[in-house]
T-cell receptor
């Protein structure tokens, strides 16, 4: 079982729709959760982090964390073509990854005009 | 602040050559990391450092070496380059252990 799992996609949504990206993790002791956006040929860029159960909103982005079910999700409202990118989920703080971020493979999002 | 900078942006090596990838950060972060990313794949940790003079292996350290003599710099050395080391290399830094990491622009390396 991979430590951090994401559906590789591509996830295709029409412009203006809500895109929902999901991530599950195996280490129940994980403490910190991050979402990065990576455009093709570019480096990962941090867009959200969340530490506590529940929702965290930042503009059009909402991160959701459910530690009991070991999943974290990212919702993108009013999706724009400029949101088309690969989204990486990263997790840290568990007993198996002290001090390091464990990244998922990423989900490719395509927003169609 | 320039953040995390990497040089060179691109490099082509012949099999058996050596090179050093440079990484510098100006955020006074103690934690620094080197990753490689193969096409369509996630990030794999090569080496990391928790402060000047302290380094440790990540998931895929074979064929690489690092040093950390200052807080700012964390160079990655490739000895005897092999085609399997063709990849994009990212350096990252973090203020705290397990905290958010900030990435440099990457070095695209091809070994022929």
């Amino acid at each position: 079982q991979k430590e951090v799992e994401q559906n590789s996609g591509p996830l295709s949504v029409p412009e203006g729709a809500i895109a929902s990206l999901n991530c599950t993790y195996s280490d129940r002791g994980s403490q910190s959760f991050f979402w990065y956006r990576q455009y093709s040929g570019k480096s990962p860029e941090l867009i959200m982090f969340i530490y506590s159960n529940g929702d965290k909103e930042d503009g059009r982005f909402t991160a959701q964390l459910n530690k009991a079910s070991q999943y974290v999700s990212l919702l993108i409202r009013d999706s724009q073509p400029s949101d088309s990118a690969t989204y990486l989920c990263a997790v840290s703080g568990g007993s198996s990854n002290t001090g390091k971020l464990i990244f998922g493979q990423g989900t490719t999002l395509q927003v169609k005009p | 602040n320039a953040g995390v900078t990497q040089t060179p942006k691109f490099r082509i090596l012949k099999i058996g050559q050596s090179m050093t990838l440079q990484c510098t950060q100006d955020m006074n972060h103690n934690y620094m990391y080197w990753y490689r990313q193969d096409p369509g794949m996630g990030l794999k940790l090569i080496y990391y450092s928790v402060g000047a003079g302290i380094t440790d292996k990540g998931e895929v350290p074979n064929g690489y070496n690092v040093s950390r003599s200052t807080t700012e710099d964390f160079p990655l050395r490739l000895e005897l380059a092999a085609p399997s080391q063709t990849s994009v290399y990212f350096c990252a830094s973090s203020l705290r252990e397990g905290g958010e990491q900030f990435f440099g622009p990457g070095t695209r390396l091809t070994v022929l």
